[in-house]
C-alpha cells in the first residue's frame, strides 16, 4: 500500500486543451489533482469560434497548474497549434501527455509526436459520432494519429463506434469530456411567480435548430416567454424570424454570457430546449446544456438528433427532430402540469448526479491514466 500512494503521488500528466479556458469546465481539473495526479494544463489565451472569442477564465484553479501559451491559427479547428509546445513538455517532463483534441487535427499530431519524441504515453479525445472521410493530408494525420496513440476516450458510446470502424484498435475508454459542478449547478431555493419561461443555451447555427424552437413557441397559446442565450452566425436570422412570428415581446436574445453568469441563467427557466437536427457532416454529439440545466432542476426537453436520448434518458422529454408541432405539444405539456415539471426536474437532478459530475469524469479519467501507467511498467 505505501508504494502504491507513491506512485501516486508521482503521477505527472500534462493536458493541452482549447476547451479548459472555460471556468466551468475547470472543476473537472481540480477533481483530477486531488487523486494524486501531478496536473499541468496547457491552454491558448482564448479562443475564437461563430460567438466570438473566449477568453481564458481562471474560475477553478486550486491544485494545479493552469498555463496559457500562443496558439497559432486560432478558431481554425483543424489547423491550430502551439508553436511553444515543444519546449513546454521540456520543461514539464511529464508522463503522461492528455491530448484534449480529435485526431484529425494538426495540434493532435504535433502533440502526439512531441509526445513520443519525449518519451511520455499519449492519448486523445474524440466526439465524432459521424464517420466522416476526411481529405488529405488529414485523414493521412488521423489513421496516424490513431496507429500510434497510447490510447483514447470518446465522449459518447456512438464516438467509440466511429473509432472503431476507422481503424482504432488501441485501448479505449468512453467518459464525457467534461462534468457538471453539483454545487455551481443546483435548483434554486424558491421559484417565484412568472410566465412560464422557456430557455435555449448554446451556439446559434442552424443546426442547432432554434427556427425550429421559435416556430413550435410561436404555437403556445396564454402566458408564455423564450430566454435565448448564445450568439453565433444564425442570430441575426432568428432575431428577423422571432419578429415576423410576432414574438417580438416575448422573446429574449441575451447573447453570449461569461459560463460563470450561466448557473443563474438556469434559475430564470421553467424548461430548457434543445432542439438540435442532424446534417450529413453533423449530429448533436453530447449537449452539455442539458446537463446542466438537469443539475439546476430545469425540465429538458431534446430532440431525437445523435447523443441528446442517451444523455436526457427518462429524466425529460424527446420528440422527434425537427417537428415542429410536436415540440408544442411537449410544450404546452410543460406548461399546463406544474406537477409535471416538479416529477421531471426532481429525476433530472437525480440522473445528472448519478451519471455526469466532475467528481465521475475525473474518477473515470484517472484511472485510464494509471491503466497507461502500469502498462508501461
Same mark, same amino acid.
Given at each position: 500500500?505505501?508504494?502504491?500512494?507513491?506512485?501516486?503521488?508521482?503521477?505527472?500528466?500534462?493536458?493541452?486543451?482549447?476547451?479548459?479556458?472555460?471556468?466551468i469546465y475547470?472543476p473537472?481539473?481540480?477533481?483530477?489533482?486531488?487523486?494524486?495526479?501531478?496536473?499541468?494544463?496547457?491552454?491558448?489565451?482564448?479562443?475564437?469560434?461563430?460567438?466570438?472569442? +473566449?477568453?481564458?477564465?481562471?474560475?477553478?484553479?486550486?491544485?494545479?497548474?493552469?498555463?496559457?501559451?500562443?496558439?497559432?491559427?486560432?478558431?481554425?479547428?483543424?489547423?491550430?497549434?502551439?508553436?511553444?509546445?515543444?519546449?513546454?513538455?521540456?520543461?514539464?517532463?511529464?508522463?503522461?501527455?492528455?491530448?484534449?483534441?480529435?485526431?484529425?487535427?494538426? =495540434? $493532435?499530431?504535433?502533440?502526439?509526436?512531441?509526445?513520443?519524441?519525449?518519451?511520455?504515453?499519449?492519448?486523445?479525445?474524440?466526439?465524432?459520432n459521424?464517420?466522416?472521410?476526411?481529405?488529405?493530408?488529414?485523414?493521412?494525420?488521423?489513421?496516424?494519429?490513431?496507429?500510434?496513440?497510447?490510447?483514447?476516450?470518446?465522449? $459518447?458510446e456512438?464516438?467509440?463506434?466511429?473509432?472503431?470502424?476507422?481503424?482504432?484498435?488501441?485501448?479505449?475508454?468512453?467518459?464525457?469530456?467534461?462534468?457538471?459542478?453539483?454545487?455551481?449547478?443546483?435548483?434554486?431555493?424558491?421559484?417565484?411567480?412568472?410566465?412560464?419561461?422557456?430557455?435555449?443555451?448554446?451556439?446559434?447555427?442552424?443546426?442547432?435548430?432554434?427556427?425550429?424552437?421559435?416556430?413550435?413557441?410561436a404555437?403556445?397559446?396564454?402566458?408564455?416567454?423564450?430566454?435565448?442565450?448564445g450568439?453565433?452566425?444564425a442570430?441575426?436570422?432568428?432575431?428577423?424570424l =422571432?419578429?415576423?412570428?410576432?414574438?417580438?415581446?416575448?422573446?429574449?436574445?441575451?447573447?453570449?454570457?461569461?459560463s460563470?453568469?450561466?448557473?443563474?441563467?438556469?434559475?430564470?427557466?421553467?424548461?430548457?430546449?434543445?432542439?438540435?437536427?442532424?446534417?450529413?457532416?453533423?449530429k448533436? +454529439?453530447?449537449?452539455?446544456?442539458?446537463?446542466?440545466?438537469?443539475?439546476?432542476?430545469?425540465?429538458v426537453?431534446?430532440?431525437?438528433?445523435?447523443?441528446?436520448?442517451?444523455?436526457?434518458?427518462?429524466?425529460?422529454?424527446?420528440?422527434?427532430?425537427?417537428?415542429?408541432?410536436?415540440?408544442?405539444?411537449?410544450?404546452?405539456?410543460?406548461?399546463?402540469?406544474?406537477?409535471?415539471?416538479?416529477?421531471?426536474?426532481?429525476?433530472?437532478?437525480a440522473?445528472?448526479?448519478?451519471?455526469?459530475t466532475?467528481?465521475?469524469?475525473?474518477?473515470?479519467?484517472?484511472?485510464?491514466?494509471?491503466?497507461?501507467?502500469?502498462?508501461?511498467a
Amino acid at each position: 500500500m505505501r508504494g502504491r500512494r507513491v506512485k501516486r503521488q508521482s503521477m505527472r500528466v500534462l493536458m493541452l486543451s482549447k476547451a479548459c479556458v472555460v471556468g466551468i469546465y475547470q472543476p473537472k481539473l481540480e477533481a483530477i489533482a486531488r487523486r494524486g495526479v501531478d496536473l499541468s494544463v496547457l491552454v491558448p489565451p482564448s479562443w475564437r469560434d461563430e460567438r466570438g472569442a +473566449q477568453h481564458l477564465e481562471r474560475s477553478f484553479t486550486a491544485g494545479y497548474r493552469l498555463r496559457p501559451i500562443p496558439i497559432r491559427f486560432n478558431g481554425n479547428f483543424h489547423l491550430h497549434h502551439y508553436p511553444t509546445l515543444a519546449r513546454e513538455i521540456a520543461d514539464l517532463q511529464p508522463q503522461i501527455l492528455h491530448i484534449d483534441e480529435e485526431p484529425y487535427n494538426l =495540434a $493532435t499530431w504535433q502533440a502526439l509526436r512531441l509526445a513520443r519524441r519525449a518519451g511520455a504515453r499519449s492519448l486523445f479525445f474524440t466526439w465524432q459520432n459521424i464517420a466522416r472521410r476526411y481529405p488529405p493530408p488529414f485523414s493521412w494525420g488521423e489513421r496516424w494519429v490513431m496507429r500510434r496513440a497510447d490510447c483514447a476516450i470518446a465522449g $459518447t458510446e456512438a464516438a467509440a463506434e466511429v473509432l472503431r470502424g476507422k481503424g482504432y484498435r488501441g485501448r479505449l475508454a468512453t467518459i464525457p469530456q467534461f462534468g457538471t459542478s453539483e454545487s455551481l449547478f443546483a435548483p434554486p431555493a424558491s421559484r417565484p411567480a412568472r410566465p412560464f419561461t422557456i430557455g435555449y443555451t448554446g451556439r446559434m447555427v442552424p443546426e442547432k435548430g432554434i427556427d425550429i424552437l421559435l416556430q413550435a413557441a410561436a404555437r403556445l397559446g396564454g402566458e408564455w416567454r423564450l430566454r435565448l442565450v448564445g450568439g453565433g452566425s444564425a442570430r441575426d436570422e432568428l432575431t428577423s424570424l =422571432a419578429q415576423a412570428l410576432g414574438l417580438r415581446d416575448r422573446v429574449t436574445f441575451a447573447g453570449q454570457l461569461p459560463s460563470a453568469d450561466l448557473p443563474a441563467q438556469y434559475h430564470q427557466l421553467d424548461a430548457l430546449v434543445l432542439p438540435s437536427l442532424t446534417r450529413p457532416n453533423w449530429k448533436e +454529439q453530447f449537449g452539455r446544456v442539458l446537463v446542466e440545466a438537469m443539475a439546476s432542476g430545469v425540465p429538458v426537453v431534446g430532440s431525437d438528433s445523435g447523443a441528446i436520448p442517451g444523455v436526457i434518458g427518462a429524466a425529460g422529454l424527446i420528440v422527434r427532430e425537427g417537428d415542429v408541432e410536436a415540440l408544442a405539444r411537449s410544450l404546452a405539456e410543460l406548461r399546463a402540469q406544474p406537477a409535471l415539471r416538479r416529477a421531471l426536474s426532481e429525476q433530472g437532478r437525480a440522473r445528472f448526479l448519478a451519471h455526469f459530475t466532475h467528481e465521475q469524469v475525473a474518477a473515470a479519467t484517472v484511472a485510464v491514466y494509471r491503466e497507461m501507467l502500469d502498462n508501461m511498467a
